[in-house]
T-cell receptor, first 109, second 111 residues
């Protein structure tokens, strides 16, 4: 059974600092997704990673995938307050997504 | 068409009542998914359709839950004899292939 774990579960970081969120999954998956969720809102798609070694970047966020290690990372560069949200990774199992428990990110001045 | 829409956005019901939610996917997306999210957790898969065919159902989907997608367009999720444990955000997503686009969700509160 595919399981997805994220760490840390909560991250408080100062503006301008860098940090990485880690996502481990337990069995083979051919797609890895990152989503953002603001309080009370739905999920906004950030990245879809399709193959080993895939790297995608959008603004201050960069995601990568290592299928051999079953690990994806979401790197935050020079954090700003607007990035405060909960970030979920999800691995695809057949056609459905299995989500991690999320990383709640809080960026303070 | 700006995205996946869900109706209602909020529903408060008394325990034992039946509720039905609707999801309208992005046009021409042949796959439609239902997930449930409780506070502080990630979404959990419930069921999905490819066109009008329901291809997979989670063990979470008890016999009180039923979903349909007539004609492969909108979908409905019905919960019969609601229980307090059904209180959650019910999310719908549609997909053309790889990417799943989520709707705003229906927040259900069972009192």
């Amino acid at each position: 059974e595919l399981k997805v774990e994220q760490n840390p579960l909560f991250l408080s970081m100062q503006e301008g600092k860098n940090y990485t969120i880690y996502c481990n999954y337990s069995t083979t998956s051919d797609r890895l997704y990152w989503y953002r969720q603001d309080p009370g809102k739905s999920l906004e798609s950030l990245f879809v990673l399709l193959s080993n070694g895939a790297v995608k970047q959008e603004g201050r966020l960069m995601a990568s995938l290592d299928t051999k290690a079953r690990l994806s990372t979401l790197h935050i560069t020079a954090a700003v307050h607007d990035l405060s949200a909960t970030y979920f990774c999800a691995a695809r199992n057949t056609d459905k997504l299995i989500f991690g428990t999320g990383t709640r990110l809080q960026v303070f001045p | 068409d700006t995205g996946v829409s869900q109706d209602p956005r909020h529903k408060i019901t008394k325990r034992g009542q039946n509720v039905t939610f609707r999801c309208d996917p992005i046009s021409e997306h042949n796959r439609l998914y239902w997930y449930r999210q409780t506070l502080g957790q990630g979404p959990e898969f419930l069921t999905y359709f490819q066109n009008e065919a329901q291809l997979e159902k989670s063990r979470l989907l008890s016999d009180r839950f039923s979903a349909e997608r007539p004609k492969g367009s909108f979908s409905t999720l019905e919960i019969q004899r609601t229980e307090q444990g059904d209180s959650a955000m019910y999310l719908c997503a549609s997909s053309p292939l790889d990417q799943q686009y989520f709707g705003p969700g229906t927040r259900l509160t069972v009192t």
